[in-house]
C-alpha cells in the first residue's frame, strides 16, 4: 500500500518536508533567541542606568561616542548656555508636558543639547525658568541622540519656531549655527521650577516593536513547520485512501493509471 512512497512525486514531496521542518524551527529558535537577547540587554542597560546614577561623573570627552557601554553615565561639562529649545509631547508621570532643553556651548566651539527639567501642559516659553548666565558645569545623565519615529519618539514637522521634536544632532545642526554634540544629557537635578527628566535605555535594548517583530516571526516560524507537517499528513492520508479505492475497483476510469505510477 505504501509502495507510492518511493514514486518520484513523493520523493519530491518528503524531501521538501525533511529540509523545510528543520529550517522553520532553525528560523524561530533564532527569532526567539533574538527576543530573549533583546530581553537580556534590557536588563543590562536599566542596571547599567541604575549604576550610572551611583558612579562618579566623568567629563564629557571620556564617555563619547556614546553607546550601550556609556548611555546612562554620569557626565560632566563645562561651558555657556546658549540657544534654549522646548520639545513638545513629552509625557512624565503620566502626565503631558515638554522638554525644556538649553544648548551648552562648551570650548570646542560645538553645542551639547541638555535637558533641564520638564513642564506640564503645552510649550509656552513665558512659563520656562531662563538659563543660567556666564560658564556654568553641569552634570546629568548621558543619553544617545533621539530617532524621530522610533521608540515614542515624534517625527512631527512643521513645529513653531524654538521648538523640536526631538533631541537629535542632525535636526539640531540645522537650528543653530555651530556643531552639535551627537549625544545630550538630563540634568541630575532640574532646574528651579521643573522637574528633572528620568534617564532611559539605549535604543535598541528594550521590549520595543522590534522585539515583538522578533517573538511574533518566532511564532510564524513554528507555525509554518506544523502547517508542513500537518499538509504531508494530508496528502498521505489522501493517497492511502486513493490506493484503497484503486484496489476496491471504486476509480473513475482513467484514474487506474495513476496507482500504476
Same mark, same amino acid.
Given at each position: 500500500?505504501?509502495?507510492?512512497?518511493?514514486?518520484?512525486?513523493?520523493? &519530491?514531496?518528503?524531501?521538501?518536508?525533511?529540509?523545510?521542518i528543520?529550517?522553520?524551527?532553525?528560523?524561530?529558535?533564532?527569532?526567539?533567541?533574538? #527576543?530573549?537577547?533583546?530581553?537580556?540587554?534590557?536588563k543590562?542597560?536599566?542596571?547599567?542606568?541604575?549604576?550610572g546614577?551611583?558612579?562618579?561623573?566623568? =567629563?564629557?570627552?571620556?564617555?563619547?561616542?556614546?553607546?550601550?557601554?556609556? /548611555? $546612562?553615565?554620569?557626565?560632566?561639562?563645562? &561651558?555657556?548656555?546658549?540657544r534654549?529649545?522646548?520639545?513638545? &509631547?513629552?509625557e512624565?508621570?503620566?502626565?503631558?508636558?515638554?522638554?525644556?532643553? /538649553?544648548?551648552?556651548?562648551?570650548? $570646542? $566651539?560645538?553645542?551639547?543639547?541638555?535637558?533641564?527639567?520638564?513642564? =506640564?501642559?503645552? =510649550?509656552?516659553?513665558?512659563?520656562?525658568?531662563?538659563?543660567?548666565?556666564?560658564?556654568?558645569?553641569?552634570?546629568?545623565?548621558?543619553?544617545?541622540?533621539e530617532?524621530?519615529?522610533?521608540?515614542?519618539?515624534?517625527?512631527?514637522?512643521?513645529?513653531?519656531?524654538?521648538?523640536?521634536? *526631538?533631541?537629535?544632532?542632525?535636526?539640531?545642526v540645522?537650528?543653530? =549655527?555651530?556643531?552639535?554634540?551627537?549625544?545630550?544629557?538630563?540634568?541630575?537635578?532640574?532646574?528651579?521650577?521643573?522637574?528633572?527628566?528620568?534617564?532611559?535605555?539605549?535604543?535598541?535594548?528594550?521590549?520595543?516593536?522590534?522585539?515583538?517583530?522578533?517573538l511574533?516571526?518566532?511564532?510564524?516560524?513554528?507555525?509554518?513547520?506544523? #502547517?508542513?507537517?500537518?499538509?504531508?499528513?494530508r496528502?498521505?492520508?489522501?493517497?492511502?485512501?486513493f490506493?484503497r479505492? *484503486?484496489?476496491? &475497483?471504486?476509480?473513475?476510469?482513467g484514474?487506474?493509471?495513476r496507482?500504476?505510477?
Amino acid at each position: 500500500m505504501y509502495r507510492f512512497l518511493l514514486t518520484p512525486r513523493w520523493w &519530491g514531496i518528503n524531501v521538501f518536508v525533511l529540509l523545510a521542518i528543520p529550517f522553520c524551527v532553525f528560523m524561530g529558535s533564532w527569532q526567539l533567541s533574538r #527576543f530573549e537577547d533583546r530581553m537580556q540587554d534590557q536588563k543590562t542597560a536599566e542596571a547599567s542606568v541604575e549604576t550610572g546614577r551611583r558612579e562618579a561623573a566623568r =567629563p564629557l570627552a571620556e564617555l563619547l561616542p556614546v553607546d550601550k557601554a556609556t /548611555s $546612562g553615565k554620569q557626565a560632566t561639562v563645562t &561651558g555657556r548656555y546658549d540657544r534654549q529649545l522646548l520639545v513638545p &509631547g513629552r509625557e512624565l508621570n503620566d502626565r503631558k508636558g515638554y522638554y525644556v532643553l /538649553s544648548l551648552l556651548r562648551t570650548d $570646542g $566651539g560645538k553645542a551639547l543639547p541638555v535637558v533641564r527639567g520638564w513642564l =506640564p501642559g503645552t =510649550p509656552d516659553p513665558a512659563k520656562v525658568p531662563a538659563a543660567p548666565t556666564g560658564e556654568v558645569t553641569v552634570t546629568g545623565v548621558l543619553q544617545a541622540s533621539e530617532t524621530p519615529g522610533d521608540n515614542g519618539v515624534s517625527a512631527q514637522g512643521g513645529l513653531p519656531a524654538g521648538q523640536t521634536a *526631538a533631541i537629535s544632532a542632525a535636526s539640531l545642526v540645522n537650528l543653530v =549655527p555651530y556643531g552639535v554634540y551627537d549625544a545630550w544629557i538630563t540634568l541630575t537635578k532640574a532646574d528651579s521650577g521643573m522637574t528633572a527628566v528620568p534617564a532611559t535605555a539605549p535604543a535598541d535594548t528594550g521590549l520595543d516593536l522590534k522585539a515583538f517583530q522578533n517573538l511574533g516571526y518566532t511564532g510564524e516560524w513554528f507555525v509554518f513547520a506544523g #502547517f508542513v507537517v500537518f499538509m504531508w499528513f494530508r496528502l498521505l492520508r489522501r493517497e492511502i485512501e486513493f490506493v484503497r479505492d *484503486a484496489e476496491l &475497483g471504486l476509480l473513475p476510469d482513467g484514474e487506474e493509471e495513476r496507482v500504476a505510477v
